[in-house]
């Protein structure tokens, strides 16, 4: 029999500090923070005694449920989760989110936006830590997904236009295979939806107001989260590949644009000049753009040697060159031209000198 007192406390303690946390979430916290222990089940019913409203769990729709993979790292579900993950206390942020389909293990970051360089920071974390999986599971949301229409020397050659995160990831050696629906993607929502409930009320009681408190948060939370919830692999082998230490994953996971070299040995990207120090004969270079927001150009793999130009040599105002006007002079017949054998304003019109030689000839 559990003392009044007891009940009285907990029942305070989850007005004040544990509103809207579920029984299960509830109990683990008194026992964590306040050194209460009871069951659920028991909180449970004082909860619905005193008529004090929870959060349950929502019946979802029956879907056929897939097998999980054999390996530790055959697969994973890489995605981003939009919501009020500070609850207006900081910034709007996302939960960039990678879920291991054989353990069920989680991996995470907040940035925030989802986009190409918080889906490739967090893929860059993630592989440093386990290493490179076999595949990866994506929708597809424009970052992961091209959306351009294949030329016609694509459509030659049988190659599919491919977004930043798609070549980084096929340069890396791992397969891709795009979610037709999110319900496909049933583990790596079900995760989401967990976090929403328990990794939010966590920082809610922690008091975390930015993305940066948020990640220090994730680095203690995740492997015990992990330890506690993952699941063991149907095998033991680790189908992960370590990063080879002649890999460079910043000149993978990147942004690679082709740019045209001008004759000047000059290249013009984003708005800005550089001057190529070497001797290139070429007429196309890679400039690659990295998410730290330094930059490369290379030919061949080859890194070149540059330089931005900052003044640009003004161009001379030529003054414009008039035109020439050539003053035309009065034409003078010469002395035997028709127009000198009679004058218009003489006393004989042209048909009156015909008629007068008439008279001349028959006399």
């Known amino acids: 029999m559990i003392p009044d007192k007891i009940t009285t406390r907990v029942l305070e303690l989850y007005e004040e500090r544990y509103a809207g946390f579920g029984p299960t979430l509830a109990t683990e916290k008194l026992l964590e923070i306040d050194k209460i222990g009871l069951s659920r089940e028991t909180l449970r019913n004082w909860l619905k005694e005193k008529g004090i409203e929870y959060r349950g769990r929502k019946r979802k729709a029956h879907r056929q449920w897939r097998q999980r993979r054999r390996y530790f790292g055959e697969m994973i579900q890489m995605d981003g989760s939009h919501h009020d993950w500070l609850e207006s206390r900081g910034p709007e942020c996302v939960l960039m989110g990678y879920v291991d389909d054989a353990t069920g293990n989680v991996f995470a970051r907040f940035y925030p936006y989802e ?19 076999l595949s990866i599971y994506l929708d597809k949301h424009t970052t ?13 050659k049988g190659i599919e236009p491919l977004s930043e995160v798609a070549r980084a990831f096929k340069e890396l050696g791992v397969k891709i295979i795009y979610a037709h629906s999110p319900q496909a993607k049933g583990r790596i929502e079900r995760q989401f939806r967990t976090f929403q409930d328990r990794l939010i009320k966590e ?3 922690r008091g975390i107001k930015t993305i940066e408190e948020a990640n220090r948060l994730l680095r203690y939370y995740l492997p015990i989260y992990n330890k506690r919830f993952s699941l063991k692999a149907e095998e033991e082998l680790d189908l992960h590949t370590p990063v080879p230490i002649a890999l460079n994953l910043d000149r993978i996971l990147c942004f690679k644009t082709e740019r045209a070299l001008r004759n000047d040995f000059t290249v013009a990207h984003n708005n800005r000049l550089y001057q190529i120090k070497d001797n290139v004969r070429t007429n196309k270079v890679i400039v690659e753009d990295m998410i730290d927001g330094s930059m490369l150009i290379t030919y061949k793999d080859t890194i070149l040697k540059f330089k931005e130009i900052i003044i640009r040599p003004k161009r001379e105002k030529e003054t414009p060159k008039l035109p020439i006007l050539k003053l035309k002079t009065a034409y003078i017949p010469p002395v035997d031209h028709p127009w000198r054998k009679f004058k218009v304003n003489s006393q004989y019109r042209p048909y009156e000198q015909k008629e007068q030689k008439l008279l001349l000839t028959k006399t």
């Open 115 to 133: 986009g190409t360089i918080p889906a490739m920071d967090s893929f860059k974390r993630y592989i440093k830590k386990y290493g490179i999986p």
């Open 144 to 156: 992961y997904k091209s959306t351009k229409k294949p030329s016609i020397e694509d459509q030659l």
């Open 203 to 205: 920082m809610r009681l």
